[in-house]
């Protein structure tokens, strides 16, 4: 396990996603320990692609998104970019 955890810290690196303070270090930690994100408002799913290489392909992400049109739109460029560690959740967030 712990190779695939360098491999989230190196990706989340490689993608801008600077760790500093202490909420950035538990949010590190978390990634860390459970591979996993909950992301509300995926939009085009630029953010969520992110998120999904810095769990690495043993972490999973979910993402919620309100419009079914935005949740189109990213479930296509996940296809695009092969990523398979993303669930979206369409509809609101306070019921998902």
């Given at each position: 396990?712990?190779?695939?955890?360098?491999?989230?810290?190196?990706?989340?690196?490689?993608?801008?996603?600077?760790?500093?303070?202490?909420?950035?270090?538990?949010?590190?930690?978390?990634?860390l320990?459970?591979?996993?994100?909950?992301?509300?408002?995926t939009?085009?799913?630029?953010?969520?692609?992110?998120?999904?290489?810095?769990v690495?392909?043993d972490?999973?992400?979910?993402?919620l998104?309100?419009?079914?049109?935005?949740?189109?739109?990213?479930?296509?460029?996940?296809?695009?970019?092969?990523?398979k560690?993303?669930?979206?959740?369409?509809?609101?967030?306070?019921?998902s």
């Amino acid at each position: 396990m712990k190779t695939s955890l360098h491999t989230a810290l190196a990706s989340a690196s490689s993608l801008g996603l600077v760790f500093s303070g202490l909420r950035d270090f538990v949010i590190q930690e978390f990634l860390l320990i459970y591979l996993t994100v909950l992301e509300i408002g995926t939009f085009i799913g630029f953010s969520t692609m992110g998120w999904s290489s810095a769990v690495g392909p043993d972490g999973h992400v979910t993402a919620l998104e309100f419009s079914p049109e935005y949740a189109a739109i990213a479930k296509e460029a996940f296809a695009k970019n092969g990523i398979k560690n993303v669930d979206i959740v369409v509809g609101d967030a306070t019921e998902s």
